[in-house]
């Protein structure tokens, strides 16, 4: 619905902790109109440059609080409103390299109303500087 949207390319950058480049991350804004809770999003998939992310590498936060994939298919409290940047980060040791990257992001997001999943898909091409 608004898959345009759904990636914040301005925020993407390589993640630090301790001096060292533990991964990259970027926001992420959901593909419906209204918000969802995150055990109705079925499924986020990250590539870059053509490579699919294992999923165990993806973090998702929303609401100062990070989850697992996993962990976000039981999770009934926390929610993902519309127009919300959600943290969507990556597990990869020495990030990415500097320059231009094509990053790819799927939403499989279920609604109450559909028979299926609706699906969201952008593509951007992020700078890491």
């Not at 053509?50 to 990070?66: A, D, K, L």
């Not at 039981?74 to 990053?103: N, Q, S």
Request: hydrophobic residues 40%; charged residues 20%.
């Amino acid at each position: 619905m608004f898959d345009r949207y759904m990636i914040c390319e301005e925020t993407a950058r390589n993640l630090t902790d301790g001096g060292k480049v533990t991964g990259f991350q970027f926001g992420a804004r959901i593909a419906y109109y209204r918000g969802l809770g995150l055990s109705m999003v079925e499924n986020l998939v990250v590539a870059v440059d053509g490579q699919p992310v294992p999923p165990e590498q993806i973090r998702f936060s929303v609401s100062n609080r990070t989850f697992t994939l996993a962990q976000m298919e039981t999770e009934y409290a926390a929610r993902w409103e519309f127009g919300a940047v959600a943290t969507v980060t990556v597990l990869h040791p020495g990030g990415l390299t500097p320059g231009e990257h094509k990053l790819e992001f799927v939403e499989d997001l279920r609604i109450s109303y559909m028979p299926f999943p609706l699906r969201g898909r952008d593509a951007k091409v992020v700078r890491i500087g």
